[in-house]
């Protein structure tokens, strides 16, 4: 997401670019182990690079065209201050709510867009793990994400998209939940054993989807806004939501970087730690890390009834 705009950004539509990691660490590792070796590995960026030697530093770049990339984290001082075109927030939900009391990092950095008017762009991603702070809250729309701080309030603001693809039985569409999942309990068996049995019930037909049907699916997936429809032939119908942000929140059985199988070995494990030890922290970790999602406590589960 972040690389690719940088590239973009370098080679064909020149424009100051910002990141915001959550700390100095963490910017400095960006640069070093995605920037870095963008330029080192892609001739086409590199050399647009400035041939002098203050041109590539740890935090900034400078290029053939003018543009300067910069590397920073969220602080009063580098929110403030400066026009910046394009800026990307990355890990939203390991940064302050509140920035030196001056408010959230996206609307800080939305500031110093002003001056490019519609030509400026502004992306924010995170895996959600800020606490749901109302159990017994009920959404009020299709796709509205629970009340949280963070990236989810920010996602609320916005169209509010969801990933749905087809049912290879049926060809309706839908959004592929944690819920859906079914394995064997496979008795003497591991939870590798388990997690190799897993497949994800349709809930339009009730058929079995197995994971080989997964790479088929996301082909013909398509993102829907909160309050539209797809039908079976993968037309998206209703009136749009107005908003100016388009918002996107993918769950963990679409991402194409985790299989289903693993999905469910993590969430036995992490089950199995909590009924030995009674900490949810692994079942924590596997609900915003791996689906996510924001967590609800086990603890608090008679709450949200």
Known sequence: LVINTLAYSIKVDPMDFTVYCPGMLEARDFGMRRVDRLHAHSPAIGEMMLPSADADNRFDKQYTTGMLFTLSWPTRATLAGKPIGRIAITDRDRMDDNIEGDGEVFDLASKRTTTFGSYAMIVCESSPSRPVTNLKWIPQSP???????????????????????????????????????????????????????VRMRCPLCGDAIFPDYREDMQAWGKWVKDGQGIDREGRIFGPEPRTSIASFWLRGPAACLSSWRSLIETYLNANDEYERTGSE??????????????????????TRL
């Open 143 to 197: 796709h509205q994400a629970p009340p949280c701080e963070g990236i989810l309030k920010l996602y609320n603001r916005g169209d509010r998209r969801r990933w749905y693809w087809p049912c290879p039985h049926c060809y309706g569409y839908f959004e592929g939940l944690f819920k859906h999942f079914e394995w064997d309990s496979v008795p003497g068996g591991t939870n590798r054993d388990r997690s190799e049995t």
């Open 281 to 302: 922290e692994a079942l924590r970790k596997f609900y915003n890390n791996d689906l996510g999602e924001p967590y609800y406590p086990k603890n608090q589960s008679d």
